[in-house]
């Protein structure tokens, strides 16, 4: 196996790994973009398995033009599923009809690309990986590519600009956040292929929605985009969740009564809520659905230090 080939095997296995032990919390979840983001991250990861087998295969003697097809077809449901992941974040009621032109054009470009010349003409190695003989209409990919970038900002930015909704805001921030690197790495390539330069975009992409997903996942107490924390190990949601059945265990063999119990429980709950808006109070407060003066007094009450006091 090539050394070149090493970014896509790594990407893809980070994705297989977070799916699947994400992919029980995620499932479970009600809410639309946690579904979105287990889609968009089987699509990376189809993605980095087409990058990996276009450089492999190279170094096989193989040059094959229908997985660099392939490879192309994946970029393209991987934006479609971006700008969906976008729309959902936002929370924006007209979500289905944006859903279905996206998926359209990702389909109708993904024919197009794979039973046509129009797109890609054919393959061509370049030492290290194969990279695409431009079509005649190699333009439209880039594009519909540049289209779903615009999309993307536009539907981020305008909804946080928008909103009077905090926490939406915050989705919206560490979303355009998460998503920047892909965006940034991508029109790096399109600019380099389009002034000629033999180059593929296989070997930075991998990197580019791997930081992606370390973005979302390290940020994950921030935003409260999709939970995911939920479902690795060694996170702060699985240390809670371990607590909250060892106190529970504890009260029902009889170990602590339950006036301790419930103090226990109720702090831990609180303190989830503090960490999870930044230790602001007033956005504690609102998160939980109580007055900032009442939680200053839960504070005093559980003698949660640092924070019995008014700001």
């Known amino acids: 196996m090539s ?4 970014p896509a095997l790594i990407a893809l296995l980070s994705k297989v790994w977070v799916y699947i032990l994400a992919k029980n919390v995620l499932t479970k979840k009600a809410d639309y973009a946690s579904q979105t983001f287990l889609c968009l991250l089987i699509f990376f990861a189809v993605n980095n398995l087409s990058e990996f087998l ?3 295969e190279l170094f096989n003697n193989i040059v094959s033009e229908n997985l660099l097809r392939s490879y192309y077809v994946a970029l393209l449901f991987s934006l479609a599923f971006m700008c969906i992941f976008a729309m959902s974040v936002a929370n924006q009621s007209s979500h289905i009809m944006f859903n279905t032109v996206a998926l359209s054009v990702a389909v109708l470009m993904a024919l197009v690309t794979f039973q046509t010349d129009l797109i890609i003409a054919g393959a061509v190695s370049i030492g290290y990986a194969i990279t695409a003989v431009k079509g005649d209409y190699y333009f439209l990919f880039q594009l519909v590519v540049l289209l779903g970038f615009a999309s993307i900002f536009y539907i981020l930015v305008r909804r946080y600009a928008t909103t009077i909704d905090i926490n939406v ?3 919206c921030f560490y979303a355009g956040f998460a998503l920047s690197p892909i965006i940034i790495v991508s029109l790096i390539v399109m600019i380099m292929m389009q002034a000629n330069f033999q180059y593929t ?3 930075l992409i991998p990197f580019a929605s ?11 107490k921030n935003n409260n985009l999709i ?7 060694f996170s702060a949601q699985r ?6 059945v060892s106190i529970y265990r504890s009260h029902v063999v009889g170990d602590t009564k339950l006036p301790e119990t419930k103090s226990e429980i109720e702090r831990m709950l609180i ?11 007033s956005l504690t407060a609102n998160n939980l659905g109580i007055k900032r003066s009442t939680l200053y007094g839960i504070f005093n009450r559980l003698e949660m230090r640092g924070h019995g006091q008014g700001d």
Request: charged share 20%; aromatic share 6%; no cysteine.
């Open 3 to 6: 050394v070149f080939a090493l």
């Open 54 to 56: 276009v450089i492999s």
């Open 169 to 171: 805001q915050l989705k």
């Open 201 to 203: 975009g296989a070997i």
């Open 210 to 220: 791997t930081f992606f997903l370390l973005l979302v996942v390290l940020t994950e």
């Open 227 to 233: 939970n995911i924390q939920g479902g690795l190990p």
């Open 239 to 244: 240390k809670a969740e371990k607590k909250l």
């Open 271 to 281: 303190q989830s809520a503090l960490d999870r808006a930044g230790d602001n109070v």
